[in-house]
């Protein structure tokens, strides 16, 4: 039986991708060979990356402003230290709202001066730090869209003056809309809404680049990959070709807009739900609750147990949360079902009643 997949990541993908992944190990494309064993440089996989670049550009609507769609290796993490050895001359700010953001600050600062605009940390990350200002002698802003570990996300974006500003939308991308064209770099792993760990997609404004003193290894230059089409090294091509296979199911869904109706859906019937019952209680601030990752508490631990107990019988994974927060996290990615989100919130209702 498929289990109710509430993984923070690796996470749940469509079940029409896995079949067509599945099938494409035994035999890609009729051609008697696995997706796993072709050549990168063979016609049918130049297609495959060729088609998930013009989707993702295509599905964060910026076709035809001078973005370029890249998928590289390393994940996110190598992304903190790309960004800024590609960017950073003097000075970065970025805004510091949980722990991604603060390694990302630490990769920052091997390359120049750091400014952390905000910190959410007096807290322990549970809020978004507002009414804060770009400096304008910053190279770049960088910022962290939605925050897995605590829950949180930016429904409202700094303006910048001009300043680029570089995103990492690891967990949230293509969930909502969002005029992306505010972004000079976006970058996210692969394995929150988009396909398997083992790519990474930085969509990139080209005429950012070029303007630092630094001399940059050909692996980390942007536009080395950029030049090669993310073809400088042997890409990840099977997971290229799942995250291709997921940008088609997204568009078919309605694209962005259509599936920020449906995640707008479950994150309502969760956090009602936290809110109404009186054996939880919410982690993030109300205002910057996140829609892929919601947090919460029992307010009495006598009821783990208890609880655990009916998700696993209701075949729910996935949802203790990070070691730095504990309780627990329900993440919502594109794929996941509204009946899923149902199913966890009647297991919530049961154990009040069994309480």
């Given at each position: 039986?498929?289990?109710?997949?509430?993984?923070?990541?690796?996470?749940?993908?469509?079940?029409?991708?896995?079949?067509?992944?599945?099938?494409?190990?035994?035999?890609?494309?009729?051609?008697?060979?696995?997706?796993?064993?072709?050549?990168?440089?063979?016609?049918?996989?130049?297609?495959?990356m060729?088609?998930?670049q013009?989707?993702?550009?295509?599905?964060?609507?910026?076709e035809?402003?001078?973005?370029k769609a890249?998928?590289?290796?390393?994940?996110?993490?190598?992304?903190?230290?790309m960004?800024?050895?590609?960017?950073?001359?003097?000075?970065?700010?970025?805004?510091?709202?949980?722990?991604?953001?603060?390694?990302?600050?630490?990769?920052?600062?091997?390359?120049?001066?750091?400014?952390?605009?905000?910190?959410?940390?007096?807290?322990?990350?549970?809020?978004?730090?507002?009414?804060?200002?770009?400096?304008?002698?910053?190279?770049?802003?960088?910022?962290?869209?939605?925050?897995?570990?605590?829950?949180?996300?930016?429904k409202?974006?700094?303006?910048?003056?001009?300043?680029?500003m570089?995103?990492?939308?690891?967990?949230?991308?293509?969930?909502?809309?969002?005029?992306?064209?505010?972004?000079?770099?976006?970058?996210?792993?692969?394995?929150?809404n988009?396909?398997?760990?083992?790519?990474?997609?930085?969509v990139?404004?080209?005429?950012?680049?070029?303007?630092?003193?630094?001399?940059?290894?050909?692996?980390?230059?942007?536009?080395?990959?950029?030049?090669k089409?993310s073809?400088?090294n042997?890409?990840?091509?099977?997971?290229?070709?799942?995250?291709?296979?997921?940008?088609?199911?997204?568009?078919?869904?309605?694209?962005?807009?259509?599936?920020?109706?449906?995640?707008?859906?479950?994150?309502?019937?969760?956090?009602?739900?936290?809110?109404?019952?009186?054996?939880?209680?919410?982690?993030?601030?109300?205002?910057d609750?996140?829609?892929?990752?919601?947090?919460?508490?029992?307010?009495?631990?006598?009821?783990?147990?208890?609880?655990?107990?009916?998700?696993?019988?209701?075949h729910?994974?996935?949802?203790n949360?990070h070691?730095?927060?504990?309780?627990?996290?329900?993440?919502?990615?594109?794929?996941?079902p509204l009946?899923?989100?149902?199913?966890?919130?009647?297991?919530?209702?049961?154990?009040?009643?069994?309480?």
């Amino acid at each position: 039986m498929k289990k109710h997949n509430f993984s923070a990541g690796p996470c749940i993908l469509p079940q029409s991708v896995f079949e067509q992944a599945s099938q494409a190990v035994l035999n890609f494309n009729n051609s008697g060979l696995s997706i796993l064993e072709i050549s990168h440089r063979s016609k049918d996989f130049v297609a495959v990356m060729d088609e998930a670049q013009k989707l993702a550009i295509e599905l964060l609507g910026l076709e035809g402003k001078g973005y370029k769609a890249l998928f590289l290796q390393g994940g996110a993490s190598t992304q903190f230290l790309m960004a800024a050895y590609n960017l950073l001359e003097k000075k970065a700010a970025y805004l510091n709202t949980g722990t991604w953001s603060s390694k990302a600050i630490k990769e920052a600062k091997l390359f120049g001066e750091v400014e952390e605009v905000a910190s959410s940390k007096d807290k322990n990350f549970n809020y978004i730090p507002k009414n804060y200002s770009v400096p304008a002698d910053a190279d770049y802003f960088h910022c962290t869209s939605n925050n897995t570990i605590f829950g949180t996300q930016i429904k409202d974006f700094p303006t910048t003056g001009g300043i680029p500003m570089v995103c990492d939308m690891s967990s949230d991308i293509f969930s909502r809309k969002l005029d992306f064209s505010k972004f000079s770099i976006i970058y996210a792993g692969a394995q929150k809404n988009m396909g398997p760990a083992g790519t990474t997609l930085v969509v990139v404004k080209e005429d950012i680049l070029g303007k630092i003193s630094r001399e940059i290894p050909s692996m980390l230059d942007y536009q080395t990959h950029i030049g090669k089409d993310s073809m400088f090294n042997t890409p990840p091509v099977f997971a290229v070709y799942t995250s291709m296979l997921t940008l088609r199911w997204l568009k078919e869904k309605g694209g962005v807009e259509g599936i920020q109706k449906l995640n707008e859906e479950k994150a309502a019937l969760i956090y009602n739900e936290i809110d109404r019952n009186p054996l939880f209680e919410g982690f993030a601030a109300v205002e910057d609750r996140s829609m892929m990752n919601a947090t919460f508490n029992l307010k009495d631990e006598k009821y783990k147990d208890l609880f655990e107990d009916l998700a696993k019988a209701a075949h729910i994974n996935g949802i203790n949360g990070h070691r730095s927060v504990g309780g627990y996290r329900a993440s919502m990615y594109n794929a996941l079902p509204l009946k899923s989100v149902q199913t966890l919130v009647n297991v919530m209702k049961e154990l009040e009643t069994q309480a």
